[in-house]
């Protein structure tokens, strides 16, 4: 089926799909290779806080993508995928960009700061009792976990249209994304893990050619 024979509808919608599942990838890629290892009192914030005021685009777009490729597959996979996006959506934005927005507001508000009063908000980062490790590492695992349940579940719905091939680079893209999204775990797991929806998108576009039709005796 060439595009002038897709429906506009279904056209409009791949070409989004694709759009927005593009968008997000290399814009993790990007977000992974520049992220700082970690933000202290003393250090620079502009970029520390640019990347996570960027970053909830990419959750969204990310989110919106995985929906347009599982939206009308069938099986349980698929339904898991769906019903995932969401809480993927706000633990994920919970865990880093907010999170991330507001740790570079506290370390930019104690640069402007005195030396001396500098040193307690960087003493308050470092001597953090045991709930606050706790509540930081709850968040992390949940926003972990969330994607990892509509990553993988998204990686075995379309296996029903693109074979194994495709969902095997999702899942295990999936899996080391899921460590972090920094460098070095996160540029190439999302890497993997877009790799996989580009072979499927590939295959799908195969499936769609019209098929040859015989030549007609004269």
């Known amino acids: 089926m060439t595009s002038s024979t897709i429906?506009?509808?279904?056209?409009r919608e791949k070409v989004l799909r694709?759009?927005?599942l593009a968008v997000s990838v290399v814009g993790y890629i990007v977000i992974g290779l520049i992220h700082p290892d970690d933000i202290e009192v003393g250090d620079a914030t502009a970029l520390y806080l640019g990347i996570h005021l960027v970053q909830p685009l990419f959750i969204l777009t990310l989110a919106w993508g995985i929906w347009f490729?599982?939206?009308?597959?069938?099986g349980t996979a698929a339904r898991i995928a769906r019903v995932a996006i969401i809480p993927y959506a706000i633990a994920y934005s919970i865990f880093?960009?907010?999170a991330g927005v507001a740790i570079g507001?506290?370390?930019?508000e104690a640069?402007?700061?005195s030396p001396t009063d500098g040193a307690v908000v960087q003493r308050v980062f470092d001597d953090s009792d045991a709930f606050t490790e706790a509540v930081s590492a709850g968040v992390y695992v949940v926003a972990a976990l969330a994607w990892l349940l509509m990553a993988l579940a998204a990686a075995f719905a379309v296996k029903q249209i693109g074979g194994a091939g495709p969902t095997l680079l999702m899942a295990v893209g999936a899996v080391i994304?899921?460590?972090g999204h920094p460098f070095p775990p996160g540029p190439p797991g999302i890497l993997l893990f877009g790799l996989g929806i580009a072979w499927l998108e590939l295959r799908r576009q195969?499936?769609?050619?019209?098929?040859?039709q015989p030549a007609l005796a004269p």
Not at 69 to 74: C, F, M
Not at 105 to 108: E, G, I, S
């Open 18 to 20: 694709r759009g927005l």
């Open 96 to 98: 880093d960009a907010i």
């Open 7 to 11: 429906p506009h509808d279904v056209h």
């Open 69 to 74: 490729l599982v939206k009308d597959l069938p």
């Open 177 to 179: 994304f899921a460590v």
């Open 206 to 212: 195969a499936a769609e050619a019209p098929e040859a």
């Open 111 to 113: 640069n402007r700061m």
């Open 105 to 108: 507001v506290v370390v930019r």
